[in-house]
């Protein structure tokens, strides 16, 4: 076909279009399309090789419906629709490729083509594809329910994978926080065991804080005493800070040793003074004895805070406020 030919056909098909858009869509007979060929300047020979055109594009779009090469299909079909729009065979062959191919893909637009050739089909007045067609019709509905019931599928599928996601994360979740929560319970106790033990290290010294005073009545009325011991064993008593334990122990110390060296220069009455030492060393014993026991529950806590962090590594005691501490290091003499 030259390029003349090609251009006359052209021209046809528009035509034929227009003339079609002004009759509603109702199908234009083989007569009707030959008159639109002679107003664009078609010759009868053209018609004719028009006709031929579209018969070669319909018999080369058939074998590729043979060989279910659908894609290849549509094309030919389509070549041969565009010259004669209501041939009966091309469109039934051009909704069957169109349907094959949503029937693969689900794509909704090889529906709408499948439906659309389907249709027209049914509206010429010739009615021996109308059978076909029908069924056609019929399949391209039935493979539209397949689509949509894989999809629920699918769909199903994802929201149950979902779900199950959720349910795992929801199961991990509940047995992090029952862990977290079950070794916090235990940190928070043994931290109460550590104030408890605390507040028993800071009675004993307050109970030989109690014995200062009649020391300090007894070394002014001893026939001798160091002045200067007793002066800074008072100005150490001022300088008690229980918030900072470990200076507070080692102003503790500091008291111990000033009351050790200022009773040790003291002149005065021997049972009062013996009575008085008596005292003054069973303090000193249940000091020790309470610093022991507060470094070892300090241990028994730290190791808990160790053992929390090991099972729970990604959430770390530090961020429920549990941390290590210093134990103290304690030098009483005895």
């Known amino acids: 076909m030259d390029e003349r030919e090609s251009k ?3 021209d046809y098909v528009a035509k034929m279009l227009e003339v079609q ?31 031929q055109v579209m018969e070669q594009h319909l018999r080369t779009g058939k074998g590729h419906v043979r060989n279910k090469n659908w894609l290849d299909a549509v094309t030919e079909l389509k070549q041969a ?12 062959n051009l909704a069957l490729s169109y349907h094959e191919l949503y029937r693969k893909s689900g794509t909704e637009l090889y529906k709408k083509e ?3 050739a389907a ?25 539209e329910t397949d689509h949509k019931n894989k999809r629920n599928r699918v769909l199903m599928i994802i929201g149950g994978v979902i779900i199950g996601v959720f349910l795992i994360f929801l199961l991990l979740f509940w ?41 300090v009545n007894l070394a002014k009325s001893a026939s001798k005493y160091d002045a200067a011991k007793l002066n800074e064993l008072q100005r150490k008593r001022g300088e008690l800070n229980p918030s900072n334990r470990d200076d507070y122990r080692k102003k503790q110390e500091e008291i111990t040793k000033a009351l ?22 069973g303090s000193e014993n249940r000091i020790r004895v309470e610093w022991k026991k507060y470094n070892d529950v300090v241990a028994e806590y730290n190791t808990g805070v160790v ?28």
């Open 8 to 10: 006359i056909i052209e």
């Open 21 to 51: 858009k002004e009759q509603f869509e109702k199908p234009l007979s083989l007569k009707e399309l030959k008159e639109i060929a002679f107003s664009v300047g078609m010759s009868e020979s053209e018609w004719q090789a028009s006709q």
């Open 81 to 92: 629709v565009a010259i004669n729009p209501y041939h009966e065979d091309a469109l039934y």
């Open 114 to 116: 499948a439906k659309s």
């Open 119 to 143: 249709d027209r089909v049914l509206k010429n007045q010739d009615s021996k594809m109308d059978a076909a067609s029908i069924a056609l019709l019929n399949e391209i509905r039935n493979t």
């Open 175 to 215: 047995g992090a926080s029952a862990s977290v929560g079950s070794r916090a319970n235990e940190l928070e106790q043994l931290q109460v065991k550590v104030e408890q033990n605390w507040a028993q290290v800071e009675n004993v010294y307050q109970r030989r804080e109690t014995l200062i005073p009649q020391i």
């Open 260 to 281: 050790t060296e200022l009773m040790a220069n003291m002149e005065g009455n021997a049972q009062t003074m013996r009575d008085i030492q008596i005292q003054v060393e």
């Open 307 to 334: 053992n929390y962090n090991d099972a729970i590594g990604s959430f770390p005691a530090s961020m429920l406020g549990y941390k290590a501490k210093e134990k103290i290091k304690v030098e009483i003499k005895k």
